[in-house]
């Protein structure tokens, strides 16, 4: 069975950090592009950031750029999201999804839930004092 699980959400201070994960379990993320996508409460889910299958691509949202690193170790099936400087505004469910590498070359294809196969079950961010 083809699956993408996301761990590392928690709480966290306004200005802190956390890493995500997205491990993949009955196929290997080495042949995906990966895609980082967040959902808050009454919201759409949006892409946050995308990255090749080689790992020598990537994009991000503007409002994470500066803050947030997406990175992947095939050998472990795993990418990561590292996220720094962490804003209330950061507050969502935090996907991982699969898609074909080809849509990493246009970022604005890469954002786009439609163009992904596979999707995580989620995993809570909460910023908060």
């Known amino acids: 069975q083809l699956q993408l699980v996301e761990s590392g959400g928690g709480l966290v201070q306004p200005g802190g950090s956390l890493r995500l994960s997205c491990a993949a379990s009955?196929?290997?993320?080495?042949?995906?592009?990966i895609g980082w996508f967040r959902q808050a409460p009454g919201k759409e889910r949006e892409g946050v950031s995308c990255?090749?299958?080689?790992?020598?691509?990537?994009h991000y949202a503007d409002s994470v750029k500066g803050r947030f690193t997406v990175s992947r170790d095939n050998a472990k099936n795993t990418v990561y999201l590292q996220m720094n400087s962490l804003k209330p505004e950061d507050d969502a469910v935090y996907y991982c999804?699969?898609?074909?590498?080809?849509?990493?070359?246009?970022?604005?294809?890469?954002?786009?839930?439609?163009?992904?196969?596979?999707w995580g079950q989620g995993t809570q961010v909460t910023v908060s004092q």
């Open positions: 009955g196929f290997t993320l080495d042949d995906y592009a």
């Open positions: 999804a699969a898609g074909p590498d080809a849509i990493t070359t246009v970022q604005a294809i890469c954002v786009e839930t439609r163009e992904y196969d596979y």
């Open positions: 990255i090749s299958s080689s790992g020598g691509t990537a």
